[in-house]
T-cell receptor, first 112, second 116 residues
Framework: DAGVIQSPRHEVTEMGQEVTLRCKPI?????LFWYRQTMMRGLELLIY????????DSGMPEDRFSAKMPNASFSTLKIQPSEPRDSAVYFC??????????FGNGTRLTVT | AQKVTQAQTEISVVEKEDVTLDCVYE???????LFWYKQPPSGELVFLIR??????QNEISGRYSWNFQKSTSSFNFTITASQVVDSAVYFC?????????????FGEGTQLTVNP
């Protein structure tokens, strides 16, 4: 049974460039979450979806961040334009109802 | 709002020692879940346990045990006879039963280093 799959594992980009992170949740899960991990702020929730519908995006830091879930098996998190302070590890996680979250391996983003 | 506090930023022990990781939480809700996740050096987040706020029974799984006390709003995690492979960052987290899905509020994490 495949877990949550994130791509790419590592992304290095220059300030001002567009960055797109991708996530494939576990099949059958109806919730999808995007978290960001930094040394300063720890693990913080950015946005989550239920049945492909965004429920709460209050954690999205700025309008430069956007997330979509066009179908039950795919989600993207886009940063445009990227800035050095966006450097972090971005985790995608999925769950079925209130069952525990399963996390992907994360995408380590470095913006120079 | 919910809050999870892990006061121990870093703990260092020698192999075979027992170690307890502290977790204190705040919530006004009466129904909630508490979690522990492990983040090894490779970076992934691994689910360890979930407890329901109605179930204060302690739990043991091999060398791991958890002590849940509502009276002190604590959910502590003990590793018995620690091993080098236990070295990781451990996160305590909380989610509300009433809200949608397992929306987690994480603590700051405790870096555990087990030395040979």
């Amino acid at each position: 049974d495949a877990g949550v799959i994130q791509s790419p594992r590592h992304e290095v980009t220059e300030m001002g460039q567009e960055v797109t992170l991708r996530c494939k949740p576990i099949s059958g899960h109806d919730y999808l979450f995007w978290y960001r991990q930094t040394m300063m702020r720890g693990l913080e929730l950015l946005i989550y979806f239920n049945n492909n519908v965004p429920i709460d995006d209050s954690g999205m830091p700025e309008d430069r961040f956007s997330a979509k879930m066009p179908n039950a098996s795919f989600s993207t998190l886009k940063i445009q334009p990227s800035e050095p302070r966006d450097s972090a590890v971005y985790f995608c996680a999925s769950s079925f109802g209130v069952l525990p979250l399963h996390f992907g391996n994360g995408t380590r983003l470095t913006v120079t | 709002a919910q809050k999870v506090t892990q006061a121990q930023t870093e703990i260092s022990v020698v192999e075979k020692e027992d170690v307890t990781l502290d977790c204190v939480y705040e919530t006004r809700d009466t129904t909630y879940y508490l979690f522990w996740y492990k983040q090894p050096p490779s970076g992934e987040l691994v689910f360890l346990i979930r407890r329901n706020s109605f179930d204060e029974q302690n739990e043991i799984s091999g060398r791991y045990s958890w002590n849940f006390q509502k009276s002190t709003s604590s959910f502590n995690f003990t590793i018995t006879a620690s091993q080098v492979v236990d070295s990781a960052v451990y996160f305590c987290a909380l989610s509300l039963v009433e809200t949608s899905g397992s929306r987690l509020t994480f603590g700051e994490g405790t870096q555990l280093t087990v030395n040979p």
